[in-house]
């Protein structure tokens, strides 16, 4: 199983990108999807979630601005991200609950960096 997050990029504060995560290999069910963030000399945290129900949660620092969405068809979770600061800068990862060979576990995909400048 792979997760491969892409969209990431250089945007000026204000700007908007789009990351997308899309998960491959022998899956028979996906759960909770989620995006996390890193900044440089800080400590990875969750930016937001989303059940296979379409329930979404997001962190405070984001809200109003970032909206996740899944299509479980093609298995994959976006994260369009509007009115970017440059705090926003940070490694995004994208992260997954799989349901393979009878059991449950969580998949992380490779990280896409997003700058943000002021």
């Known amino acids: 199983v792979q997760l491969q997050a892409s969209g990431g990029g250089l945007v000026q504060a204000g700007g908007s990108l789009r990351l997308s995560c899309v998960a491959s290999?022998?899956?028979?069910?996906?759960?909770?999807m989620r995006w996390y963030r890193q900044a440089p000399g800080k400590q990875r945290e969750l930016v937001a979630t989303?059940?296979?129900?379409?329930?979404?949660n997001s962190a405070d620092s984001v809200k109003g601005r970032f909206t996740i969405s899944r299509d479980n068809a093609k298995k994959s979770v976006y994260l369009q991200m509007d009115e970017l600061k440059p705090e926003d800068t940070a490694v995004y990862y994208c992260?997954?609950?799989?349901?393979?060979?009878?059991?449950?576990?969580?998949?992380w995909g490779q990280g896409t960096l997003v700058t943000v400048s002021s």
């Open positions: 290999g022998s899956i028979f069910s996906i759960n909770a």
């Open positions: 989303i059940t296979s129900g379409g329930r979404t």
């Open positions: 992260n997954a609950n799989i349901y393979r060979d009878s059991r449950w576990c969580t998949y």
